[in-house]
């Protein structure tokens, strides 16, 4: 009996520590940045009534955590042996605490007094990417403060620092030339002007003209015109004008070179420029109807003449009569006019003045000769000619002009639709330069050159 005693005793004081014997899981699992590596460290532990583990046991995960993703997530751990269970939920939070970068063009901004300039951004952030959109931008004691908040709401703020200055001078551009021949007795018109300005814009209204022009009394007058902004920064330009009688003769120069190209523009003529541009020469262009309007005016702009030549440039039709000369001549005059704002006053004859083409018509050369001054134009031929029309070789075409050239005024006939002849024009200006002749271009001031008429 004493036996069974002692064994239900025993059998009751292991049941009881069994009874007392527990499972602990420890986690040790913190929160994790956007993008770091999750580690999770776990243990479990079936434990006596004084904390001792007597051996460790298997943990059953349920869920997991995805570092790529902003977010909380819920992880079930579970441990189990025998009548024994445990279960415990931990959440892991996955956060983002790195705010945006915002990137500028400029760390200093320069702006206009009345404005506060432009700046160029961009907001980048590591788990948004770009948010750009995002940017709020406003103009806070002379900086620029761009401020952007992520998903996870950091903010990013920068400050850019304005500079307001201007010390650039406004612009004017004179409508039609900056030269102007008036013929004595015509009045003189204005022609107009604008003026802009890099801060103010259009201040056209702002412009301040002195000078004026007698028109009855021969002499060269200037027109000024001068404009300013808000600060005073200040542009003058002005225009001339000559009132001549008729055709007035002004040297300007006893070794003169007048490079004049009849019949076009062409496909050549924007090389011809572009030589005359590299020297700074200034040239005549007697055009027709050949060619792009852009090239004339593109001439034109360049300080170049542009002078009446023909439109159809056929003899049988131009010299038909007086009527139809002066129709032929209208017609060029308005493309004129057209493309760089103000008629012509110089021409020259197609085939020249002493072409015997004209024979035709008996003695229209002699009447249209008169007849073109009495309409106030002023009409050249030439004393060089290059014998372009002969030859397309441009060593022997500068040759030819170049054995030619005389103290006083050389007056040059080319052709801007022959390639050799616009190829010649370098060797010629660097001829010219080089042994003290100056190039000028033709206008109703220069000297007359004219041929002896044959009809």
């Known amino acids: 009996m004493k036996k069974i005693v002692i064994i239900v005793v025993i059998s009751f004081i292991i049941l009881l520590y069994l009874f007392t014997l527990k499972i602990n899981i420890t986690v040790n699992s913190d929160n994790v940045k956007v993008f770091d590596n999750y580690n999770e460290d776990i243990s479990s532990c079936l434990e006596d009534i004084f904390g001792f583990c007597l051996f460790k046991l298997p943990v059953n995960i349920e869920g997991n955590v995805d570092t790529n993703v902003i977010g909380n997530y819920k992880i079930t751990y579970e441990s189990k042996i025998l009548f024994k269970n445990k279960k415990i939920e931990k959440e892991i939070k996955v956060y983002d605490d790195e705010p945006p970068v915002i990137t500028v063009d400029k760390d200093v901004i320069e702006s206009c007094p009345n404005k506060n300039g432009d700046i160029t951004y961009k907001a980048v952030d590591n788990y948004d990417n770009d948010i750009t959109d995002k940017v709020t931008k406003e103009v806070i004691d002379n900086k620029y403060v761009l401020k952007v908040s992520d998903s996870s709401n950091n903010e990013t703020i920068l400050e850019i620092p304005i500079e307001y200055k201007d010390n650039e001078k406004p612009t004017i551009k004179l409508k039609g030339s900056s030269i102007v021949y008036l013929k004595i007795g015509e009045k003189y018109n204005e022609y107009g002007y604008t003026a802009i300005d890099n801060c103010l814009g259009d201040i056209t209204n702002r412009v301040k003209i002195s ?211 616009v190829k010649a024009v370098e060797q010629i200006i660097q001829y010219g330069l080089s042994h003290g002749y100056v190039f000028a271009s033709l206008n109703v001031t220069s000297p007359t050159v004219h041929h002896a008429i044959n009809n």
Do not use: C
Request: glycine share 6%; aromatic share 12%.
């Open 211 to 421: 000078g004026n022009v007698d028109s009855n009394k021969a002499g060269k007058y200037t027109i000024t015109y001068s404009v300013s902004d808000d600060l005073n920064n200040k542009i003058e330009v002005t225009r001339t004008v000559y009132v001549y009688n008729k055709n007035p003769d002004i040297p300007v120069g006893d070794k003169v070179i007048y490079l004049t190209f009849d019949d076009g523009p062409s496909s050549y003529t924007n090389t011809l420029l572009d030589t005359l541009k590299k020297y700074n020469v200034k040239a005549t262009f007697f055009v027709t109807s050949n060619g792009s309007d852009s090239t004339i005016k593109r001439a034109y702009q360049e300080g170049h003449s542009i002078g009446i030549h023909s439109y159809s440039h056929k003899y049988n039709e131009i010299y038909k009569s007086e009527e139809a000369f002066f129709k032929d001549v209208d017609k060029v005059n308005n493309r004129i006019k057209r493309i760089t704002g103000e008629y012509s006053r110089i021409l020259r004859f197609a085939g020249g003045s002493s072409n015997t083409v004209s024979r035709f018509n008996k003695g229209i050369m002699s009447r249209l000769s008169k007849e073109v001054e009495l309409r106030g134009y002023k009409y050249f031929d030439w004393n060089v000619s290059s014998s372009d029309t002969i030859t397309n070789d441009s060593n022997k075409i500068a040759n030819n002009v170049i054995k030619s050239l005389r103290k006083g005024n050389n007056v040059v006939l080319q052709h801007d639709t022959k390639y050799g002849s």
